[in-house]
């Protein structure tokens, strides 16, 4: 308990904005998707051979996984990319199932006696919607709304994925440094605003249905209208008032505690010696995700693998040499405007890793060597691994790798523990990172040269270092000062020891790069 | 001839399925004059109320009402100079006693005093104390209470034809009885058109100023009820015999 609220109490003004982008995400989402669910829904009671392909159609929306659905929006203009407006997106398209079911039952649980009373006493079907069907059918439609509104607040954390803020940040950032206290400082704010909101909009929907007269069920709708007004537009100025401050240059990164740190460090190199304003985009998806935010100017730079880039990105075989590689990668980038700059100096390879216990066991040294015993094994990989080019599929079929079950799919920082743990005995990790050593981990020799050369590199939208070319000078410096010692020493302060991503990449310009 | 408040002149009329409901119907009101129509389940006697106030249009004839074709009427204007009583009322559970008579008061845009001042006329009429009931809401009241301000609800805009369709069907025989003596009276001040439609027979001896007799899909009797009690007819004899034959 202490921890996390020291860790509030430290990152106050963060989890301030964190927690208003959030309401603000829900909000504006919740009222959009009830603005068009309600009518929706009118429309599909109304006329239930024009409805009901409405309905499956908000049926099938609603069984896709909201990841999956983030990343199909990604290439998609106007409404996909990364950014909150992507994520609004997608919640409103997971409000309106719910918005619509309950408007459409609400209108036809009504009574038609009810109905033709009104009818035969001359109401024109306008009139009839108005002041005998939507009351009658309010506080199934607001159930409906607090369903949404609810669903919202939870997958509104999985949007901090691509960049859309709110509370999930902490929960990817705490995910990505295996520190329950940072997933907690995010996940608990997250369930009090779910609850808040549940609450508040069960009290709206038991004062409209209770018996109040007219004038004072308009009350409670106004009122109930009135705060959501208020707060909206307290959150959508404080919303336009940081989008004004938003930085020149965005630097984005990748969902792991490396990407996290380098992105870190390229942010305050950039202010450090430009002083111009930098926004942290950090923690987004994976390569797809920072690549296509690139691409679409939603981040200026962040830093990419040259082995990656060579096979995930631009689908090239895989070459050994890394001068060939950094030369290819830097051609292909530029082509679609986005520049290479200097290579940082390590080569982040991925690292077949097993228990030190194993190792010294069974006098495993290569990769070849744990070939032989892998029929008796487990392994984990995370799913970029599993699915690249460059992963798991080419190296098994280059050492005939074979194991007792289909690998586990697990997250990367996860599989750390797992391995640690005993769950597998044999995962894909990062050369460069700090648990290997920190749990004693033994990393394989790739001896038959299977994984291409890994360097990090910044890349940067050329269309920007053109505007800004101080911002090029300030990254260029940084071309060959990271050693994997050093990148190793950063990962392990922030994964084994938990310090700080900031102070730690504070201190490591200060010693090295005054 | 004077003029009939309402009319059907060969009107035929057939269920969406096929089943044919009225049959070349002849029925001529006249103003002030309260109809009874009696006939069994399924006879049509809902049909031709609906056909009065333009839910439905006839498949052949015409309907008129105060002298003009449904069919050249604003179906809207029409019903709102018609008023409607169902079996099961129809109150608006979301308003108050007082705001389910004024519905088509506020419809046709009254000023707000006036609606007032009309709700409590009407409360008084019907023999409910306004103080008492003008703020109630519909699921307070009892079966006859409801009955009771559907009818002013029917008469809040004081429409010149009224239709009933079974209004007291679902009450028990006491209040039922008294409520037929309160309809009487409301009606001896009032001179309203009405058709009621009733399956039973002895409610129609006491509410109609005329009976008629609804038999496959034409008007089998339509007199006084002294003459009805002599009718030959055998559909008209079949029902008169089930009311004679309680115990």
Known sequence: MMPLLSFWLSHRAELVTLFAQHVLLVALSTLVAAAVGVPLGIFAAR??????????????????????????????????????????????????????????????GIDPAIREAGVAMGMTPRELLWQVELPLALPSIVAGIRVAAVVGVGTATIAAAIGAGGLGEYIYRGL?????????????????????????????????????????????????????????????????????????????????????ILGELLAQTIERDTGLAVERRLN????????????????????????????????????????????????????????????LGYDNTFAILVRGSDARALGLKTIEDAARQAPRWRAGFGYEFLERPDGYPGLAKAYGLQFRAPPSVMDLTLSYRALAGGQVDLIAGDATAGLIKGLDLFRLDDNRH?????????????????????????????????????????NDAADARHEDVAQIVREFLRARLR | MPDAAIEFRAVSFARPGGAAVL??????????????????????????????????????????????????????????????????????????????????????????????????????????????????????????????????????????????DEPFGALDPLTRAELHAEFRRIQDRLRKTVIIVTHDMGEAFALGDRLGVIDEGKLAACDRPSAIVGSTHPAVRRLLDAVTRLP
């Not at chain 1, 071309?479 to 994997?484: D, F, K, L, M, V």
């Open chain 1, 47 to 108: 006329r239930p051979r024009f409805g009901a392909p409405v309905v499956a159609i908000a049926n099938i929306v609603q069984t896709v996984p909201s990841l999956a659905m983030f990343g199909f929006l990604l290439p998609v203009p106007l409404i996909g990319g990364v950014g909150a407006r992507a994520a609004g997106f997608v919640l409103i398209l997971y409000g309106l199932l719910p918005i619509i079911r309950t408007t459409i039952a609400g209108l036809n």
């Open chain 1, 176 to 260: 990505s440094m295996v520190d329950t206290t940072v997933i907690l400082a995010g996940a608990i704010p997250a369930a009090i605003l779910a609850l808040v909101i549940d609450g508040a909009l069960w009290w709206t929907e038991r004062r409209l249905s209770a018996r109040k007269t007219r004038r004072s069920r308009r009350a409670t709708a106004a009122s109930a209208a009135a705060v959501i007004a208020i707060v909206a537009a307290v959150l959508i100025g404080s919303g336009v008032i940081t989008a004004r401050s938003r930085g020149a240059i965005v630097v984005g990164s990748k969902n792991f505690t490396e990407q996290v």
């Open chain 1, 284 to 343: 987004l998806g994976g390569t797809l995700i920072c690549d296509r935010a690139l691409a679409a100017g939603d981040i200026d730079v962040y830093v990419e693998y040259t082995g990656t880039a060579l096979t995930a990105i631009f689908h090239q075989p895989i070459n050994a040499n890394a001068n060939t590689v950094y030369a290819t990668v830097r051609e292909l980038y530029a082509r679609s405007g986005r520049t290479v700059l200097p290579a």
């Open chain 1, 450 to 490: 299977y994984f291409p050369p890994y360097d990090a590199v910044p890349v940067a939208r050329a269309a920007t270092l053109l505007r800004y070319p101080q911002v090029r000078v300030a990254l260029e410096r940084l071309g060959g000062r990271i050693s994997a010692g050093d990148m190793q020493a950063m």
């Open chain 2, 23 to 164: 049959d070349r119907f002849d029925l001529r009101v006249p103003p002030g004059e309260v109809l009874a129509l009696v006939g069994r389940s399924g006879a049509g006697k809902t049909t031709l109320l609906k056909l009065v106030n333009r839910l439905l249009l006839p498949d052949a004839g015409a309907v008129f009402v105060e002298g003009r074709d449904t069919r050249d009427w604003a179906p809207i204007r029409l019903r709102r100079r018609v008023g409607y009583v169902l079996q099961e009322v129809g109150l608006f559970p979301h308003m108050t006693v007082e705001d389910n008579i004024g519905v088509v008061p506020r419809l046709e845009g009254w000023p707000r005093d006036r609606v007032a001042a009309r709700v409590g006329e009407l409360l008084e009429l019907i023999g409910l104390e306004p103080r008492d009931f003008a703020a109630r809401w519909p699921d307070e009241l009892s079966g006859g209470q409801r009955q009771r301000v559907g009818v002013a609800r029917a008469l809040a805009v004081d429409p010149p034809v009224l239709l009933m």
